[in-house]
């Protein structure tokens, strides 16, 4: 009997152990340095991009995070928040069209150089809680921390159409900060 309970307790702690470890993964936060080419417009967030094209009259790039992939977002370019809006919603599986509109979510509009950007932090089926470091007035630099999203799930980068030309396609896998996922366009 004192066997059985002593089994238990290790196969407790095991499990516990090994939470505690997922969960240090979970929140990890490497740092990151973009490349030096100041024209690229690096990836928001790490895991694989779903979607890359025009979506009403703008620019489009979304990128799913699963539960394996860093969870730390990251500023595309050098930019000044304009403004910031939560709305609460649902949590369905965030590789889904929908969630783009239904689920929780918070917006981070952004004035670069060459007009305003906007990303967007959408919660999922596991997430449950979006962090988000930016206020307005507050300017980033390229590459620099402005949220989390905890548990993962998904990060929509909207972009003006005619400043961007897209470098990623769907299902390429991106790092926060470091993938280039648009060039600004020459100026005339």
């Known amino acids: 009997m004192a066997a059985g309970a002593l089994f238990q307790l290790w196969v407790l ?103 305003e950007m906007e990303v967007v932090q959408i919660a999922g089926l596991v997430a449950r809680r979006i962090v988000c470091w930016a206020r307005f007035g507050r300017t980033f630099l390229r590459g620099e921390r402005i949220g989390l999203i905890r548990f993962g799930s998904r990060v929509d980068l909207y972009l003006p159409q005619t400043e961007v030309e897209v470098l990623v396609r769907p299902g390429e896998k991106t790092r926060a900060g470091v993938t280039p996922v648009a060039r600004w366009r020459a100026l005339p």
Do not use: W
């Not at 090994?18 to 990890?28: E, I």
């Not at 939560?86 to 979510?105: V, W």
């Open 13 to 115: 702690a095991g499990f516990f152990a090994l939470a505690g470890v997922a969960v240090c993964l979970f929140f990890r936060d490497p740092e990151r340095q973009p490349p030096p080419d100041p024209s690229l417009l690096v990836s928001p967030a790490d895991g694989r991009v779903l979607f890359a094209g025009e979506s009403g009259g703008r620019l489009k790039i979304s990128i799913f995070m699963s539960v394996f992939n860093v969870h730390v977002n990251r500023a595309p370019c050098p930019g000044e928040v304009l403004a910031l809006r939560y709305n609460p919603g649902k949590f369905m599986a965030a590789y889904a069209d929908k969630a783009s509109l239904d689920n929780e979510q918070n917006r981070i509009l952004l004035r670069t150089g060459r007009g």
